[in-house]
């Protein structure tokens, strides 16, 4: 059960002038009031840069989105109340007044103290360590908050309405700068004891002295090898050792070297940028293993920014089948052919969708602010 520490005023928050919303990047499907089921949640998605606000019902169904910046240097009491009046006016904007919201729900990165709603010591987050942010939102918007991490909050969205919709159990794995992993059997979210199971991104798999580097300084961590980070470095690597690619034109020519890079030349016939790219997915396919091996979900998703194109794509699927085919070199045989591996398909709203999701699933089981 949920507590907060703090009460939780009712209140009427206005938007102040310094709500910035940013313009939505792509059309979003959403519903009116009329056509929507009660109850109704909110999902907040905190992220480095911005944060995504989206008002859903018991269906999963949007009524109103928007986006706001982070901008982290104004200090997380500053964003807290930001996030109140984002809340409010989404609310309004979906034809809803606060007291039809039955529960927020707070997706954050970084680490975390779960039971307690505070960050730790977030990356991405700088000047906001040891931060209250669960009850500090509670107490800006006048709502309960259940509080979640990331990478696990848009896992809970993938089982609820996404790809890993009517499985009981399901991995997503985030591919980006660096690996998120959300894990969730049944009803449970694996939080682990001091908030931070799931870390897989820092799991082991290569134990050698000159193993890779993880962006956390330790050597053979999983996100040293298959992260975006990783992708962008071994094909610097490969590029400086003096192989030939089409990408030392690129690169001459002003472009940076990034994965969405490797993918074009990729794409266009180049044989090193395709290499990386399944080298990766074949490091991606030794990690998914161990996870079979310890969790045995039934299904595994492939998320993030660095997904190749996914399903739509000649290269996503030509990823995807490399990933499949080292699993199938690996794995124990009765868990590889049922195992299901696929992409994630609710993007970036993952995240504020499985938020709302998760505080969906606490107000069901009667959670208290």
Avoid at 118 to 143: F, M, S, T
Wanted: with cysteine; net charge neutral; charged share 20%.
């Amino acid at each position: 059960m949920l507590k907060h520490n703090l009460p939780l005023p009712r209140c009427d928050v206005r938007p102040t002038s310094d709500l910035k919303r940013l313009p939505m990047t792509q059309p979003r499907e959403t519903i009116s009031k009329e056509k929507a089921q009660s109850p109704f949640f909110v999902g907040l998605d905190l992220g480095g840069t911005n944060i995504k606000v989206g008002v859903v019902d018991d269906l999963g169904r949007t009524l109103s989105y928007l986006t706001i910046r982070t901008e982290v240097e104004r200090g997380p009491d500053d964003a807290a109340r930001r996030m109140g009046e984002a809340i409010h006016a989404a609310t309004r904007e979906a034809g809803l007044n606060p007291a039809d919201v039955a529960r927020v729900g707070l997706g954050s990165p970084g680490t975390m103290d779960i039971p307690a709603g505070k960050l730790v010591d977030p990356a991405n987050l700088a000047g906001w360590q040891h931060y209250p942010i669960r009850d500090r939102v509670a107490e800006a918007c006048g709502l309960p908050v259940s509080f979640a991490n990331d990478a696990r909050a848009a896992a809970y969205g993938e089982l609820w309405l996404g790809s890993g919709k009517g499985y009981g159990s399901l991995i997503l794995l985030t591919l980006g700068t660096g690996i998120g992993c959300g894990i969730i059997i049944g009803d449970l979210i694996l939080d682990g004891a001091h908030s931070h199971g799931g870390e897989f991104g820092h799991s082991i798999i290569d134990y050698d002295d000159n193993a890779r580097v993880c962006g956390c300084k330790k050597r053979g961590h999983f996100e040293a090898y298959a992260s975006a980070t990783a992708v962008t470095l071994r094909t610097q690597e490969a590029l400086d050792a003096g192989r030939t690619s089409s990408l030392t034109q690129r690169l001459a020519a002003g472009a940076g070297l990034s994965p969405k890079l490797v993918a074009e030349e990729a794409d266009a016939g180049d044989a090193l940028s395709l290499e990386i790219i399944l080298d990766t997915a074949g490091y991606l396919g030794v990690g998914i293993v161990n996870l079979m091996h310890t969790i045995d979900p039934e299904v595994i998703l492939l998320g993030g920014a660095m997904t190749f194109g996914g399903k739509s794509s000649p290269l996503g699927r030509k990823f995807l089948a490399r990933v499949q085919e080292e699993i199938h070199r690996r794995a124990y045989k009765f868990l590889a052919e049922r195992t299901v591996i696929d992409f994630a398909t609710l993007g970036g709203d993952a995240g504020y969708l499985g938020a709302a999701g998760i505080a969906r699933r606490d107000h069901g089981k009667g959670a208290t602010p």
